[in-house]
């Protein structure tokens, strides 16, 4: 097997794990900051059993050369891990999908303004149908919690733009141990906001499996670059947004509005088309 095969697969993979993610915290029924709390926990475990497989008698070096940028990775993304939970527990977990799958668009706008990289007419193009898109989606949000929900949606996608950016600038230093941070954040953030730690069986057996399938997704998104241009990973981005608005449609019974349907046609799509363009291009 080549390596641009086994990068397009790692990716694959990556994004198929991550999908059913929201529908298990969606099924825990739980206060969100509980949620955040043992998810965090289990997360954090889960990266430092997957750093003492790959590295063994090196994971201790391992963490300890992500340095202070590692760190600040780690709470950066934590942040974003933990608007996200917030984000479905307030809206749809189909709506919250669409607003966070901008994230390739939302990674170059962020490195045109830290890194100074100037986006290609046709990313600015899709850039503005996109953003058009999620304000059809957020423009259905008659009640208060739902626009509080896609705000959150809007925050976890802006913090996941800022964080690959910083991912790519440090591309030289291995930042899956920085996703230890990134869990460690989440419980700290739990600990402080719940107003209780007790969860049924059942709501702990969905954050355990959701935790682990997080901290295997994560590995392999992170891992899938060193194989493949980062627009060809880029491509797989829309079809977990399809694969979960799916799920939340055939296990949560989600309605959407005629809103989030339309909005949501014109992210993906765009989405697609651009992925597939950017793809192209960098193999030219």
């Known amino acids: 097997m080549n390596n641009h095969l086994k990068g397009l697969l790692i990716a694959f993979f990556g994004i198929l794990v991550l999908a059913p993610e929201g529908i298990l915290v969606k099924l825990a029924n739980a206060d969100s900051f509980t949620v955040l709390f043992w998810r965090g926990i289990f997360f954090t475990i889960s990266i430092l059993v997957i750093l003492l497989i790959s590295y063994r008698t090196r994971t201790l070096d391992e963490i300890k050369g992500i340095g202070k940028r590692g760190i600040f990775l780690g709470f950066l993304t934590g942040f974003g891990g933990a608007t996200f939970?917030?984000?479905?527990?307030?809206?749809?977990?189909?709506?919250?999908?669409?607003?966070?799958?901008?994230?390739?668009?939302?990674?170059?706008?962020?490195?045109?303004?830290?890194?100074?990289?100037?986006?290609?007419?046709?990313?600015?193009?899709?850039?503005?149908?996109?953003?058009?898109?999620?304000?059809?989606?957020m423009s259905g949000d008659t009640s208060g919690l739902n626009l509080k929900g896609s705000l959150f949606a809007l925050a976890s996608v802006t913090t996941g733009g800022f964080s690959f950016t910083l991912l790519r600038k440090y591309k030289e230093v291995n930042m899956v141990p920085a996703m230890a941070v990134n869990g460690l954040f989440i419980t700290l953030i739990g600990l402080l906001f719940?107003?209780?730690?007790?969860?049924?069986?059942?709501?702990?057996?969905?954050?355990?499996i959701s935790s682990i399938l997080v901290a295997i997704s994560f590995s392999l998104i992170t891992i899938a670059p060193?194989?493949?241009?980062?627009?060809?990973?880029?491509?797989?981005?829309?079809?977990?947004?399809?694969?979960?608005?799916?799920?939340?449609?055939?296990?949560?019974?989600?309605?959407?509005?005629?809103?989030?349907?339309?909005?949501?046609?014109?992210?993906?799509?765009?989405?697609?088309?651009?992925?597939?363009?950017?793809?192209?291009?960098?193999?030219n």
């Not at 479905?88 to 966070?100: D, E, P, Q, R």
């Not at 107003?195 to 049924?200: C, K, R, Y």
Request: glycine share 4%; charged share 10%; aromatic share 12%.
């Open 85 to 137: 939970i917030l984000a479905i527990h307030y809206t749809s977990l189909a709506k919250t999908l669409v607003i966070i799958s901008a994230a390739p668009l939302m990674v170059a706008l962020v490195s045109f303004i830290l890194l100074g990289e100037k986006p290609k007419l046709f990313t600015w193009l899709a850039m503005l149908i996109v953003f058009t898109g999620i304000y059809i989606v």
């Open 194 to 208: 719940a107003e209780s730690l007790t969860l049924s069986s059942q709501s702990m057996n969905y954050i355990i």
């Open 226 to 283: 060193r194989f493949i241009p980062a627009p060809e990973v880029a491509i797989f981005f829309p079809m977990g947004t399809v694969i979960g608005t799916f799920l939340a449609w055939l296990i949560l019974k989600e309605e959407l509005s005629s809103n989030a349907i339309y909005g949501g046609v014109v992210v993906i799509l765009t989405l697609f088309i651009h992925s597939i363009y950017s793809a192209r291009q960098s193999k």
